[in-house]
């Protein structure tokens, strides 16, 4: 009994945690970080303020969590480039995992730009340590196909600066993206056409091509 009670009061964490760090997300694209409070933060989540300050203590706390689930969520689709790997299907799959996550969660992308475009303070050591690090296996990984002739000679480490930079286009100057096509938002029609040419447009230049 007291295991089953243990694995409820686990799920019910995991579940107000959840909404505690996608409201917070919305709030800190919106208002960023000095903008944003926990009365609105708990607000955005249908949770009460105490909730907020019991899970994470401080906006300062939660920010960096926030941050954290942020480049974890990024890191996750590079899991499939790996040296077995097909090149381009590896590939393909981690730009189209990346333009859903932007459109999915546009405003995660805006919390991270808007942390970078003020020099970092919170996650300089994360993008030094954890994001480094990916970028060096991952690149060897993409510089072994290079050298096994089974994909053109391009930059490994410029390659995903690339990708990050026409992937995260999409969520962070989405304003400038639906200026010039002259509508209000964009819609799955308007990422999954996206979607395809930057599949198409990196595949290419890796001298890969997509199946579709």
């Keep these: 009994m007291a295991r089953v009670l243990e694995t409820s009061k686990g799920l019910i964490r995991q579940t107000n945690e959840a909404l505690i760090l996608s409201a917070a997300e919305k709030v800190f694209a919106r208002a960023g970080f000095g903008g944003a409070t926990m009365a609105a933060m708990a607000e955005a989540s249908g949770l009460p303020k105490a909730n ?67 020099g970092a303070p919170v996650v300089k050591g994360l993008l030094s340590h954890e994001l480094r690090k990916m970028v060096q296996e991952k690149a060897a990984v993409v510089q072994s196909w290079i050298d096994a002739g089974r994909m053109a000679p391009v930059d490994p480490v410029h390659l995903f600066f690339s990708i990050w930079a026409m992937t995260q ?44």
């Excluded at 960096?64 to 689930?69: E, G, M, S, T, Y």
């Excluded at 995992?97 to 475009?117: C, H, I, T, W, Y």
């Excluded at 993206?177 to 979607?195: H, I």
Aim: glycine share 6%; hydrophobic share 40%; with cysteine.
């Design 52 to 118: 907020l300050h019991y899970y994470f203590g401080s906006k300062d706390v939660l920010y960096r969590a926030v941050l954290a689930r942020i480049l974890n969520d990024w890191l996750v689709p590079t899991h499939g480039i790996t040296r077995g790997a097909e090149p381009r299907d590896a590939l393909e799959r981690y730009i189209r995992s990346k333009m859903e996550l932007s459109a999915q969660r546009p405003d995660g992308s805006k919390v991270f730009a808007n942390e970078l475009l003020h």
């Design 169 to 212: 286009t999409y969520a962070d100057f989405d304003v400038q993206v639906c200026a010039v096509l002259g509508q209000e938002s964009l819609q799955e029609k308007d990422y999954a056409r996206a979607t395809e040419h930057v599949v198409s447009l990196i595949l290419r230049g890796c001298g890969l091509y997509s199946r579709t």
